[in-house]
């Protein structure tokens, strides 16, 4: 195992929730040292349920490997701390109400200006637009604000999508900015500033929908498990109540499913199925020709037939089955004193320990920091 690349790197975070912490964590997986400062009742996500061995499952997945310090700016011997911190730092990240920092002297800009090393990165949950820029911008608000909850869900009934993808994007697009700014400092030898809000990166992921509903017919609405604008694309259940959904990517693949699945080569000279606007034209006609074949068969039999005919498919899995998946990989990290099985990084690399450090007990290391940065 290679040495981790942000090895040296030293990272100062005044985080809360998700965001912010998934932005940290990512650092600390690749190797940088990430001191998180809390206030003294605690990153509130500390609280949000205690799945884990009486934790919080969000705080031990998104503070694994960091140390933890109890710090309030407002006083003078915790704002001497905090200077000499940023002082040393490589990176600060914040997530705070907008203009916190700023009313208390440690806005991103006035930062720089004091370390001219120091890469800031500011997570928000609308960025500085007048008329949203105080907005609450919790992950299901976001959601709703960005039209992405309109297009989620079944039809007649839209729906949060199932994790805080709006917090966990913003923590890895953080992720991004700080890498390219680290990037940008190797060359300049100065820090920059960079800013990240959920907003900005739910409606990025919005692009499609967007582009259609301001130059198209119309952004889709919510369609469950089927795909607005390709069919054969959605969701089929076999004889024994297992859900299957299948993919056709294009009319090649469309005529082996005819051919080997739908036992009906025919189908591919049939005007109605010809090409992917027809099926989608005729998705009703399309989707009962399917149902009927699902239905005639169980899960296991259907996969084999669907993998002799090459077909792109996935079972519909409970989060339960989702633990037996044989493509899950996983990691030990302690909690509590007894090891848990956390979900493996996704970026797999040569420097990886095959493990994860706790998550910091709150304050736990705040003695320790004092002594090393303050004599």
């Known amino acids: 195992m290679s040495s981790a690349p942000l090895s040296g790197l030293l990272v100062v975070s005044i985080e809360q929730a998700v965001a912010a912490p998934i932005a940290s964590c990512r650092l600390a997986d690749a190797g940088a040292r990430v001191i998180k400062i809390e206030r003294a009742e605690g990153d509130f996500g500390r609280g949000y349920d205690g799945a884990v061995h009486g934790e919080s499952s969000y705080f031990v997945w998104a503070n694994r490997g960091k140390e933890s310090i109890v710090l309030d700016y407002k006083k003078p011997d915790d704002a001497a701390l905090l200077d000499r911190l940023l002082a040393k730092a490589d990176v600060f990240i914040q997530n705070l109400a907008p203009g916190a920092l700023e009313r208390a002297g ?67 697009n953080a992720t991004i900015a700080i890498l390219s700014a680290l990037a940008q400092r190797t060359r300049t030898g100065r820090g920059s500033g960079v800013a990240v809000s959920l907003f900005d990166g739910a409606a990025d992921w919005m692009a499609v929908p967007y582009l259609h509903e301001r130059y198209g017919a119309g952004a889709p609405g919510p369609a469950g498990l089927k795909h607005p604008s390709i069919a054969p ?9 297992k859900t299957v959904v299948i993919s056709i990517q294009n009319d090649r693949e469309w005529a082996a499913f005819a051919e080997r699945v739908l036992e009906n080569a025919s189908l ?24 009927d074949r699902f239905g ?7 996969r084999g037939v669907l993998d002799a005919s090459g077909t792109a498919y996935g079972q519909v899995r409970s989060v339960a089955e989702l633990i037996e998946h044989p493509a899950l990989r996983t990691w030990p990290m302690p909690v509590r004193e007894t090891d848990v099985e956390m979900i493996a990084p996704a970026v797999r690399a040569e420097w990886d320990r095959g493990a994860f450090a706790a998550a910091p007990r709150l304050g736990e290391h705040t003695q320790a920091v004092r002594r090393e940065f303050l004599g």
Not at 234 to 239: D, E, I, N, P, S
Not at 296 to 302: F, G, H, I, N
């Open 106 to 172: 440690y806005g991103s800009a006035a930062l720089r200006e004091r370390y001219p090393q120091l890469i800031t990165c500011d997570i928000t949950g609308y960025g500085d637009a007048e008329g949203a820029r105080q907005l609450k911008a919790y992950d299901l608000l976001v959601q709703c604000e960005s039209g992405l909850a309109g297009i989620s869900g079944a039809p007649g009934a839209i729906g949060r999508i199932g994790v805080s993808i709006c917090d966990i994007g913003a923590g890895m």
């Open 233 to 241: 694309y959605g969701a089929f259940t076999c004889r024994d109540g």
């Open 268 to 291: 591919t000279d049939d005007a109605r199925f010809a090409t992917n606007k027809q099926r989608v034209a005729h998705r009703d006609e399309v989707d009962t020709l399917i149902s």
């Open 296 to 302: 005639r068969s169980t899960l296991v039999e259907m």
